[in-house]
């Protein structure tokens, strides 16, 4: 259970992300966060993983209070959460077996990991892993000669390796074609129903919310404004999410 | 876009007014820049100096490149003195070629002789000379000539002496002619072996510069510094490590340097065999670890002390072997360097490089091994501080910051009075670090011990400012500090540019790194990657290309430098070229600045190629 108690985000120059935010996400669950632009998802999910440094408040994963961690604990619970992302953030002049790799970074005896060198067992996950996405014959290439697609199945492979509890995914299919962006939610969700990782997803689109999210949260300038089913959300629910702003700019 | 808006609202008259105002400045600026500057009209006009300047402009455009064969073809003709009663002149001919001396007598050096040639090699120098009666070994020259292109000449001279003799007296016409290169002229081969000198200074100082730069320009890395933070306590305890470590680390070293050329084992191959058995044993030992902990179980505290056994273990048996191969090297290099003839330089490098590591090692192991005690304390102290409770770890933020703080003033201090060497220097050390340590300690208890300081961004403003100072001056001024300390010579000169280029290259590199796209390192932080992973897996495959073009430019900038920095007393071409130019050769400077353009224009289009093709 990922416990997320009065959580709270500002930014140095003032900014207030995230007010007082607080929900559950049981184990395995699949969580979709909607909101506008700007509503503070892309700072909520970063919280969880530490990207960003929460301001007030408290992140709980089972016994560890990721909120508060430091030095080597942060990068022993950060290894259990894959984070994937928009902008796929490849390094691109690597090939796409050694992205995929990296995501054991957090594992490996980091001397050898320098210096290149990987288990022989992490690189025969690695190699599963991009099969399992459908790109294994891609594993030699070099990132940028992907497609974006591809790359997001490189993502994807790159955060299995972490043998996640969690999976975060900040706008995951924003960048690609709809045809493109059911089949990778659709692996994404295939995927971590099977290994039983709990997701948080923000996204863009209803229809994608609906067709693959356990449950929902929205929030709308930082606050949580709905918490409840996909098919929860019906005319009146979209206006208390999206309403006020669509007012503001129409 | 407020300001904007304000500037369209000035009025016309206004706005004439600002632009005259300006426009007056601006003449009085340049007005004022031309007198400082001494800029006149009579010293280049100056017909003396014109005289001078086309002078060696002249001398510089016939570069003094080859040696040539040369023809000599001379014929006789005679002179009597004084003249008889009747004066006549005289005919010689022989081949094609005539020669008429009228008057063929002198009386006095006032009396003015006219020779002239017909049938001469057209376009063709000569000289006149005549030797003197009775004087065998010299001959005086009385003029020069030239043909015009029919091979005829005609010229004027007078005697500079008159030896009276019955007999008719020699003079000489002797015409000379260059025939083809015989070879590169003097000036030419030290050009050659000054110009190599010059590149391999630049490729060294490149080389040693980039390789210093790459680590440097990560701390001076805005993104990958600003969000390292420690407790005051971390940093502390990282300040009190750096001397403990670096002491023990070079006593270590110092220690098993001297146990390994004690006169026990003296010789040369049983030392080989040892050094090599010794590597074995390290590597052994390197596999081990590697395949101990790659499997990804969590690490228990009993693993880390093994691991830290293990790299201690290691580290001393490299120390060992290196030490034996260093004795090993000396004898080697020494043995080679007689023996290999032209070759022996790859001996001489063998020697000198032991003689660092034996000479050297001491220290730069000990600067690592305090490195390393610095990282550990940082971390146990931020660990310590994190995991206590409060009033516990207040109390070792106090007792660490009391102890760093003195440490820290009395580094300062020392260092101040090795510099200035004052009368009594307890005031400059003991006290203030004792009185410093109080006083930290004091402040640090009204702080929170659990704060992190913004330890990274402290670092890389410090390491940018000292890059910025280093690079803001010239080499060529370093140059004369390093010919102080090392002498004059392409030695110092390496030593000036590798400083500057360190500095400039470390800032250039650090721009890089500020630059790549922050998305793949964010991705790489969050699979729980350490920072030196991140560097090694987010940041180097992004900067590769820059750091790879920046160095070519860098080399190229070197090169250029390092033809002047000579001039500072570095070595290289510029040593000559200024000797050419007090000298007065102005057709050997010549060359010498052809061989800089052509090196220069040749490395700078072959960098732009390569950099356009990488970037
Ligand atoms: N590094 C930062 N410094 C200051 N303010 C920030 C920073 N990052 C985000 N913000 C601000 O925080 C608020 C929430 O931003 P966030 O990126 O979390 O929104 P989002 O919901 O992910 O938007 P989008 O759908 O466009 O990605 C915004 O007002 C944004 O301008
Ligand atoms: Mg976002």
Redesign the pocket.
């Given at each position: 259970m990922l416990r997320v108690k009065n959580l709270s985000k500002i930014?140095?120059?003032g900014?207030q992300?995230l007010t007082d935010v607080s929900f559950n996400v049981p184990q395995g669950e699949f969580l979709s966060v909607v909101?506008?632009?700007?509503?503070?998802?892309?700072?909520?999910l970063r919280c969880i993983n530490r990207l960003i440094d929460p301001s007030v408040g408290e992140i709980w994963w089972k016994e560890t209070q990721l909120s508060h961690v430091t030095g080597e604990e942060l990068r022993r619970a950060r290894r259990k959460i894959g984070m994937i992302f928009q902008h796929f953030n490849l390094v691109d002049r690597s090939p796409v077996i050694t992205n995929v790799l990296s995501g054991r970074l957090g594992y490996v005896n980091p001397m050898a990991s320098v210096f290149g060198r990987f288990p022989a067992s992490d690189v025969k996950r690695a190699r599963n892993n991009l099969d399992r996405v459908g790109i294994g014959d891609k594993a030699d290439n070099r990132a940028d000669e992907l497609s974006g697609g591809q790359k997001q199945r490189v993502g994807i492979a790159r955060a299995l390796m972490q043998d996640p509890e969690i999976m975060l995914a900040?706008?995951p299919v924003a960048s690609l074609d709809p045809v493109l962006a059911h089949s990778i939610m659709r692996q994404l969700k295939d995927i971590t129903k099977e290994d039983n990782i709990t997701v948080l997803c923000?996204l863009?689109f209803l229809d994608l919310v609906q067709q693959y999210s356990d449950r929902v949260i929205a929030?709308n300038e930082?606050k949580l404004v709905f918490e409840g089913k996909p098919d929860e959300i019906d005319d009146e629910r979209f206006k208390d999410i999206y309403g006020k702003e669509a007012e503001r700019i129409g | 876009m407020a300001k904007r808006g304000k500037k369209e609202q000035l009025s016309p008259g206004m706005s004439a007014l600002r632009t005259v105002l300006i426009a007056v400045i601006l003449f009085l600026v340049y007005a004022f820049a031309v007198q400082d500057t001494q800029i006149n009209l009579e010293e280049p006009l100056d017909p003396r100096r014109q005289e001078t300047t086309i002078r060696v402009l002249r001398a510089l455009a016939r570069p003094n490149l080859f040696t040539f064969n040369e023809e000599i073809r001379g014929m006789d003709i005679n002179i009597r003195m004084p003249c008889g009663d009747e004066i006549i002149g005289s005919q010689v001919s022989l081949g094609d070629r005539t020669t008429t001396l009228s008057p063929n007598c002198v009386t006095t050096t006032q009396d003015v002789l006219t020779l002239r040639g017909e049938g001469f090699r057209p376009n063709t120098s000569g000289i006149i000379r005549w030797y003197p009666p009775g004087d065998v070994s010299t001959t005086r020259a009385l003029s020069s000539f030239r043909t015009d292109g029919e091979g005829n000449f005609e010229i004027e001279f007078t005697m500079p002496d008159v030896r009276p003799t019955d007999e008719p007296q020699r003079i000489e016409v002797e015409e000379k002619w260059q025939t083809g290169i015989s070879g590169l002229s003097e000036a030419s081969q030290i050009t050659l072996e000054k110009i190599t000198e010059t590149i391999l200074l630049a490729l060294l100082a490149t080389t040693v510069g980039t390789i210093l730069a790459i680590p440097i320009s990560f701390i001076a890395a805005r993104n990958l510094m600003e969000n390292f933070g420690s407790p005051l306590a971390a940093v502390m305890s990282a300040i009190i490590a750096l001397p403990i470590g670096y002491f023990v680390g070079r006593s270590i070293t110092n220690l098993l340097i001297n146990m390994a050329t004690t006169e026990l084992i003296t010789n040369t191959f049983v030392q080989l065999v040892i050094a090599v058995i010794l590597i074995i044993a390290v590597w052994a030992i390197v596999q081990f670890g590697v395949s101990r902990t790659a499997d990804g179980e969590p690490e228990t505290t009993r693993d880390r002390i093994v691991s830290i056994l293990q790299f201690v273990l290691a580290a001393i048996l490299s120390i060992f072997a290196l030490a034996y191969l260093g004795q090993v090297g000396l004898v080697f290099g020494g043995w080679l360097e007689s023996n290999l003839g032209f070759l022996g330089f790859i001996g001489g490098f063998l020697a000198l490089a032991s003689e660092f590591f034996l000479i050297g090692a001491p220290g730069i192991i000990g600067f690592l091994v305090g490195l390393v005690a610095m990282s550990y304390a940082s971390r146990f102290g931020q660990e310590a501080v994190l995991g206590l409770p409060d009033g516990s770890s207040r109390i070792l933020s106090v007792v660490v910051t009391g102890i760093g703080t003195a440490v820290l003033v009395f580094g300062i201090g020392s260092s101040l009075n090795w510099l200035y060497v004052f009368d009594n220097p307890q005031n400059w050390t003991i006290i203030p670090a004792i009185a410093g340590g109080v006083l930290g300690a004091v402040g640090t208890a009204f702080i929170a011990p659990k704060r992190l300081m913004p330890i990274g961004f402290i670092t890389y403003t410090i390491v940018r400012g000292i890059l910025n100072l280093i690079r803001s001056i010239e080499p060529l001024v370093y140059v004369i500090a390093f010919a102080v300390w090392v002498g004059i010579g392409p030695f110092a000169g390496v030593m000036a540019l590798t400083l500057h280029t360190v500095a400039a290259l470390g800032k250039l590199f650090s721009e890089q790194v500020e630059n790549i796209s922050e998305g793949p390192l964010e991705a790489i932080t969050a699979t729980g990657a350490n920072a030196v992973q991140r560097v090694v897996f987010a940041v180097i495959p992004q900067i590769v290309p820059p750091y790879i073009a920046f160095t070519l430019y860098r080399w190229d900038i070197n090169v250029r430098m390092s033809t002047i920095i000579g001039f500072g007393g570095g070595g290289g071409i510029g040593f000559v070229l200024s000797q050419a130019i007090n000298l007065l050769r102005y057709r050997d400077a010549a060359v010498m600045m052809i061989a800089i353009a052509i090196v220069v224009g040749t490395l700078d289009y072959v960098s732009s190629r390569v950099r356009a093709r990488i970037l």
């Open positions: 930014y140095d120059d900014t992300a909101g506008l632009s700007g509503s503070g998802k892309s700072t909520l900040d706008e923000s863009h929030l930082g | -």
